[in-house]
């Protein structure tokens, strides 16, 4: 076999004339954008976006202000994104990503309450007895261990992606609507949980989730001291959760059967069957995950706000699915990955505070969201008849 | 029934080209009001090759599905290598022994070629991890360049995804993953369908192969020189139903084009054939 082959057949292979993966365009993209908003940035605000050479404040060049609140906004939804990226892998979509977080955020957050606060009765608790003659939290159900509303949190998430998944895999209803059916549930469940009101108060073992130092913990302690550990990560658990996910989920997609069964569903449904992969029960599984990864993000959030709404999660599912379509994640399956939604995460989180840097109408903000959800599934249209016409 | 296919010997006796690997009784597949195939009764010996010959819509594909368990046949009985057999899926029947290259080709065009000629079936590490369990690319990549090897098919890249590959490639790929894997038998619809004259050589040179080696095979093809060249016995399909059972030594191309066409059916395939 010749040097420059690794085929069969000795047909010349060069392996420097390889073309990019997809991911560095997304990359080059996010690059792009910023110079983009910085450049305008400097005749509209005049100043920089990302970068802060004057006061030197955090001990970086860096404006790490502005860049741990974009990272903070992206980490949570990203969070979602990476299990929504695995059901449009599937050549599936998940629309009810948004209300699955917003039911799990009113359960889970009833579990992780304390019984009291400021020595009056939690007046936001959601298990109630009576005691002499008073309605006061169940004694019982409060200041659980941690683990309890984590544990239930997932489930909860882990549950609704189960019944997407059934509903897919048996019925052979699209996932467009079934997931478009738990949507509707899912929200009438969280509203429906406590009536509308919130729940809040949560112990502080609950709180330190999202706004504790995760990092620090990991490591025992060993560089508490460093500028690491006290400037970027702290408080920024939901990104340090987000990266860590991302990094088990890039392997799994890439290195695991599971991954490649996703892969294989979304390329071929048919090849798929019939080279033998239980196609049925690897869809449950794939909804599964990516419910329970809703469920964990509901967790963050209510954690991170220390109050859990019936409306929290409002239109996430496609804040998640533009973040997985942006990153290069086809809509028809079976091409793109969990890198590809982490950058596109990225430019979705630029973009977004982009506006607020640039002083421009929260209103522009959402406008713009729409505009980017729907230019990336053209985007993703083009791209895909490029590849068909090569 | 009269009509066993090599004459009515029973499953287990002698015979020169070995024991029957399988044996399908009334074989029966409607699409709804569509009788796709009725009534095939069809065995095939260990040693031997057997060709399915048919024009387009005559139920050969149908038939390679109902034997692979793809769908469910709607009635009749499958027997392989020594049992009746009701596959779940052609997982099972796979693991039972039976590799087909499917006329659809059944490859997943976003996966490469590794990922293809394993896919169902990959080289794991850490299984432990149940679903979860580790891919071990290594192995993987060289038993496939070892396999293509065998087959002497001209493939640039294999870690190039078969969107980007010829279709010629794309069938070489699928024949490749049969012939990697050994098997009790194997079942190849129109395999050189969309091959050039040098790749449609080398197919027929693995098919001989496995007829060195003593293995079984289910040829499905349009072209009359292949199958002649090829297998030691024909059977025809028409509008479903089983019309002749030739062997190769007792019949011609014209022979077998008049039962394709219907100008001829066999006495004994008479009841309903039309
Ligand atoms: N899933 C299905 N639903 C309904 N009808 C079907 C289905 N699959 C096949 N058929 C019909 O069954 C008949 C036999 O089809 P089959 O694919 O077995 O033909 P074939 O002999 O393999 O033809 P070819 O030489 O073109 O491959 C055809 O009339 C076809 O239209
Ligand atoms: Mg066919």
């Given at each position: 076999?010749?040097?420059?082959?690794q085929?069969?057949?000795?047909?010349?292979?060069?392996?420097?004339?390889?073309?990019?993966?997809?991911?560095?365009?997304?990359?080059?993209?996010?690059?792009?954008?910023i110079?983009?908003?910085?450049?305008?940035?400097?005749?509209?605000?005049?100043?920089?976006?990302?970068?802060?050479?004057?006061?030197?404040?955090?001990?970086t060049?860096?404006?790490?202000?502005?860049?741990r609140?974009?990272?903070?906004?992206?980490?949570?939804?990203?969070?979602?994104?990476?299990?929504?990226?695995?059901v449009?892998i599937?050549?599936?979509?998940?629309?009810?990503?948004?209300?699955?977080?917003?039911?799990?955020?009113?359960?889970?957050?009833?579990?992780a309450?304390?019984?009291?606060?400021?020595?009056?009765?939690?007046?936001?608790?959601?298990?109630?007895?009576e005691?002499?003659?008073?309605?006061?939290?169940?004694?019982?159900?409060?200041?659980?261990?941690?683990?309890?509303?984590?544990?239930?949190?997932?489930?909860?998430?882990?549950?609704?992606?189960?019944?997407?998944?059934?509903?897919?895999?048996?019925?052979?209803?699209p996932?467009?609507?079934?997931?478009?059916?738990?949507?509707?549930?899912?929200?009438?469940?969280?509203?429906?949980?406590?009536?509308?009101?919130?729940?809040?108060?949560?112990?502080?073992?609950?709180?330190?989730?999202?706004?504790?130092?995760?990092?620090?913990?990991?490591?025992?302690?060993?560089?508490?001291?460093s500028?690491?550990?006290?400037?970027?990560?702290?408080?920024?658990?939901?990104?340090?959760?987000?990266?860590?996910l991302?990094?088990?989920?890039?392997?799994?997609m890439?290195?695991?059967?599971?991954?490649?069964h996703?892969y294989?569903?979304?390329?071929?449904?048919?090849?798929?069957?019939?080279?033998?992969?239980?196609?049925?029960?690897?869809?449950?599984?794939?909804?599964?995950?990516?419910?329970?990864?809703?469920?964990?993000?509901?967790?963050?959030?209510?954690?991170?706000?220390?109050?859990?709404?019936?409306?929290?999660?409002?239109?996430y599912?496609?804040?998640?699915?533009?973040?997985?379509?942006?990153?290069?994640?086809?809509?028809?399956?079976?091409?793109?990955?969990?890198?590809?939604?982490?950058?596109g995460?990225?430019?979705?989180?630029i973009?977004?505070?982009?506006?607020?840097?640039?002083?421009?109408?929260?209103?522009?903000?959402?406008?713009?969201?729409?505009?980017?959800?729907?230019?990336?599934?053209?985007?993703?249209?083009?791209?895909?008849?490029?590849a068909?016409?090569? | 029934?009269?009509?066993?296919?090599?004459?009515?010997?029973?499953?287990?006796?002698?015979?020169?080209?070995?024991?029957?690997?399988l044996?399908?009784?009334?074989?029966?597949?409607?699409?709804?009001?569509?009788?796709?195939?009725?009534?095939?009764?069809?065995?095939?010996?260990?040693?031997?090759?057997?060709?399915i010959m048919?024009d387009?819509?005559?139920?050969?594909?149908?038939?390679?599905?109902?034997?692979?368990?793809?769908?469910?046949?709607?009635?009749g009985?499958?027997?392989?290598?020594?049992?009746?057999?009701?596959?779940?899926?052609?997982?099972?029947?796979?693991?039972?022994?039976?590799?087909?290259?499917?006329?659809?080709?059944?490859?997943?065009?976003?996966?490469?070629?590794p990922?293809n000629?394993?896919?169902?079936?990959e080289?794991?590490?850490?299984?432990?991890?149940?679903?979860?369990?580790?891919?071990?690319?290594?192995?993987?990549?060289?038993?496939?360049?070892e396999?293509?090897?065998?087959?002497?098919v001209?493939?640039?890249?294999?870690?190039?995804?078969?969107?980007?590959?010829?279709?010629?490639?794309?069938?070489?790929?699928?024949?490749?993953?049969?012939?990697?894997?050994?098997?009790?038998?194997?079942?190849?619809?129109?395999?050189?369908?969309?091959?050039?004259?040098?790749?449609t050589?080398?197919?027929?040179?693995?098919?001989?192969?496995?007829?060195?080696?003593?293995?079984?095979l289910?040829l499905?093809?349009?072209?009359?020189?292949?199958v002649?060249?090829?297998?030691?016995?024909?059977?025809?399909?028409?509008?479903?139903?089983?019309v002749?059972?030739?062997?190769?030594?007792?019949?011609?191309?014209?022979?077998?084009?008049?039962?394709?066409?219907?100008?001829?059916?066999?006495?004994?395939?008479?009841?309903?054939?039309?």
């Amino acid at each position: 076999m010749a040097e420059t082959s690794q085929g069969t057949g000795g047909l010349k292979f060069d392996r420097n004339k390889r073309t990019w993966p997809n991911e560095a365009n997304v990359f080059i993209a996010l690059i792009l954008l910023i110079g983009l908003f910085e450049l305008i940035g400097h005749y509209r605000v005049g100043q920089s976006m990302l970068f802060d050479f004057n006061t030197n404040r955090d001990g970086t060049i860096l404006n790490m202000a502005r860049i741990r609140i974009i990272i903070l906004q992206v980490s949570i939804i990203g969070i979602i994104a990476l299990g929504v990226t695995q059901v449009i892998i599937t050549g599936g979509i998940d629309l009810s990503s948004g209300s699955v977080v917003g039911m799990t955020a009113m359960i889970a957050m009833s579990f992780a309450l304390t019984a009291e606060v400021n020595g009056n009765p939690n007046g936001r608790a959601i298990f109630l007895s009576e005691v002499d003659g008073q309605m006061v939290p169940t004694p019982w159900l409060h200041d659980l261990p941690v683990m309890v509303p984590i544990l239930v949190g997932l489930l909860i998430g882990i549950l609704a992606g189960f019944i997407n998944g059934v509903f897919i895999a048996y019925t052979g209803i699209p996932p467009f609507i079934a997931t478009l059916g738990m949507m509707v549930s899912a929200r009438g469940v969280a509203n429906w949980w406590s009536e509308g009101n919130p729940v809040s108060f949560p112990t502080d073992q609950y709180t330190a989730l999202a706004n504790g130092n995760l990092l620090d913990t990991l490591t025992f302690g060993l560089f508490s001291e460093s500028w690491a550990m006290q400037e970027v990560f702290d408080g920024q658990n939901p990104a340090v959760f987000f990266i860590l996910l991302a990094i088990l989920f890039h392997f799994i997609m890439k290195h695991t059967i599971y991954g490649k069964h996703t892969y294989a569903i979304g390329s071929n449904e048919d090849a798929a069957r019939m080279s033998g992969i239980n196609v049925n029960r690897q869809k449950v599984l794939v909804y599964a995950i990516a419910g329970m990864l809703a469920g964990f993000a509901a967790i963050l959030l209510t954690s991170k706000n220390l109050t859990a709404q019936s409306g929290m999660g409002l239109i996430y599912e496609l804040d998640a699915i533009a973040m997985a379509v942006i990153g290069g994640v086809s809509l028809s399956g079976g091409r793109g990955s969990i890198l590809g939604t982490v950058l596109g995460a990225m430019i979705f989180g630029i973009i977004i505070s982009g506006f607020t840097y640039l002083r421009l109408d929260a209103f522009y903000q959402e406008i713009v969201k729409g505009m980017i959800i729907v230019g990336a599934v053209v985007l993703d249209q083009w791209r895909q008849r490029r590849a068909s016409n090569r | 029934m009269a009509n066993n296919a090599s004459g009515g010997h029973l499953p287990h006796d002698m015979h020169p080209l070995g024991p029957v690997i399988l044996k399908s009784t009334a074989l029966t597949k409607h699409y709804g009001g569509v009788y796709a195939l009725n009534d095939a009764n069809f065995e095939i010996r260990k040693g031997e090759h057997v060709a399915i010959m048919g024009d387009n819509g005559a139920g050969k594909s149908t038939f390679v599905r109902q034997i692979t368990a793809v769908e469910q046949r709607t009635s009749g009985t499958i027997w392989f290598d020594g049992r009746d057999v009701e596959f779940e899926g052609p997982l099972e029947a796979r693991k039972a022994g039976i590799e087909t290259v499917f006329q659809t080709l059944a490859l997943a065009d976003d996966l490469d070629v590794p990922d293809n000629l394993f896919l169902g079936r990959e080289i794991t590490r850490w299984n432990f991890l149940g679903p979860f369990r580790r891919l071990d690319y290594k192995a993987m990549r060289a038993k496939t360049l070892e396999g293509l090897e065998k087959t002497a098919v001209k493939i640039p890249n294999i870690n190039n995804t078969i969107r980007n590959m010829s279709g010629g490639q794309r069938q070489c790929v699928a024949i490749a993953r049969t012939a990697t894997f050994h098997s009790k038998l194997t079942i190849m619809d129109e395999p050189t369908a969309a091959l050039g004259v040098q790749e449609t050589a080398q197919v027929e040179n693995i098919i001989r192969t496995l007829k060195e080696a003593g293995e079984p095979l289910i040829l499905i093809s349009h072209n009359m020189r292949q199958v002649m060249d090829l297998v030691d016995r024909i059977v025809v399909f028409r509008r479903g139903r089983i019309v002749a059972n030739l062997k190769k030594e007792e019949t011609d191309g014209e022979d077998v084009v008049s039962y394709i066409t219907g100008a001829r059916t066999q006495p004994e395939y008479e009841v309903g054939a039309t």
